[in-house]
């Protein structure tokens, strides 16, 4: 990280060097022995030749933002669809990029048929598990080697966003409606037994910041990790996606000491969908804005990176293309476009750009 007030691309006694010069995020990243990557959309790489330039050069990891999902793959039953995710395996193999799959069970991004047809019986449900696993990591075993096999398992505790009633720790989502909680264990158990050396890795929301809701959070993920580890579940990584909102405090130590707590467990942990929200109320000028929004990245990247992640991905590059403007349920209710992510619209590099290299070094 830059030294104290001094600022970012500027080591202390030596003259700055502008910020457009300094080597990529992806190379900075790979020189202390990191991994930096972003989220991505075909769509907007097929429409934008600068945004795969800047995408190839920036990112060593590639997470599909939506073609890896249940109702790209199998919009119908029976009926699987590789072309969407095509291209972004094509793009990844020419620019020596790895790739993280996202997400074989999750509550959203369903196709239409697949909650009716999990609340057909059991058996049903574990059916249409074991068919879409081994059908999607059977197509992408060359290409994906690290899949969120399971999306945001933990339920919102009461009075939160978007809560769920009841003490439930689990997200009674339609898996778990047809499963019970062992929906967990056995997609988990499945995709091991289809490929053995496949990274699997559970993925949450919610997590990461010093809130009581998110101390609920926490203690009910470190509660399912020692539950399935204790079953000798195979699992690999927690995925953390720190979508980070400035209205809501973070405290270095509260985090650190969850992430060494995962570690200790013999899991890896990394972050998989990092952006920072702004607060309701914006600061008047854009460079405080930055700079908030990168303080808070500073913190958040260096705490992680301290605690011993390796590997950071933000959801998305540019804040042109970032679901927090595209997004209804979470873009900004004013219009404004919200800053968090580290290039601009015009794929300049921000302050948060600085931040990421800064901690990442
Ligand atoms: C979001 C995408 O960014 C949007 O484009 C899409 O419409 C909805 O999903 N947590 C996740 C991601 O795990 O898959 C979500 O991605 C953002 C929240």
């Not at 058996?123 to 879409?132: C, D, K, V």
């Amino acid at each position: 990280m830059a030294a104290a007030g001094l600022p970012l691309g500027c080591a202390r006694g030596q003259p700055a060097q502008p910020v457009a010069s300094l080597p990529p995020l992806r190379q900075q990243a790979r020189a202390a022995g990191r991994g930096f990557g972003a989220a991505i959309r075909s769509e907007i790489l097929a429409a934008d030749p600068a945004y795969g330039a800047l995408f190839a050069a920036e990112a060593e990891l590639l997470t599909p933002e939506w073609e890896a999902k249940w109702e790209a793959l199998q919009p119908e039953e029976g009926r699987f669809d590789f072309a969407p995710l095509a291209p972004l395996l094509a793009f990844a193999q020419a620019n020596q990029q790895r790739l993280r799959g996202h997400a074989l069970l999750w509550h959203e991004a369903m196709p239409p048929w697949l909650p009716a047809a999990l609340g057909e019986g059991q058996a049903r449900a574990r059916g249409i598990m074991e068919t879409h696993l081994a059908t999607v990591l059977a197509q992408t075993r060359a290409t994906i080697r690290d899949w969120d096999v399971v999306n945001e398992p933990i339920a919102n505790p009461p009075g939160s966003d978007n809560p769920q009633p009841g003490d439930n720790p689990l997200r009674e989502t339609p898996w778990f409606r047809a499963l019970g909680r062992d929906y967990i264990e056995l997609s988990l158990r499945s995709a091991r037994a289809l490929d053995p050396t496949l990274r699997l890795t559970i993925n949450e929301y919610g997590i990461e910041e010093a809130t009581p809701d998110a101390e609920i959070k926490r203690a009910r993920m470190l509660g399912l990790l020692r539950h399935l580890l204790e079953r000798g579940c195979p699992l690999d990584a927690l995925g953390i996606q720190a979508h980070l909102q400035m209205r809501r405090p973070f405290r270095a130590d509260v985090f650190a000491r969850f992430v060494g707590q995962v570690r200790d467990m013999g899991l890896a942990v990394l972050i998989t969908e990092l952006d920072v929200r702004e607060p309701d109320a914006l600061a008047p000028s854009i460079e405080a804005r930055d700079a908030a929004v990168a303080a808070r990245t500073a913190e958040f990247v260096g705490a992680a990176v301290s605690a011993g992640c390796r590997n950071v991905i933000t959801w998305g590059l540019s804040d042109r293309d970032s679901w927090l403007v595209k997004e209804p349920a979470v873009a900004r209710r004013d219009g404004a476009t919200t800053r968090g992510l580290p290039f601009d619209d015009a794929f300049q590099r921000k302050p948060m750009w600085q931040a990421l290299a800064g901690a990442m070094r």
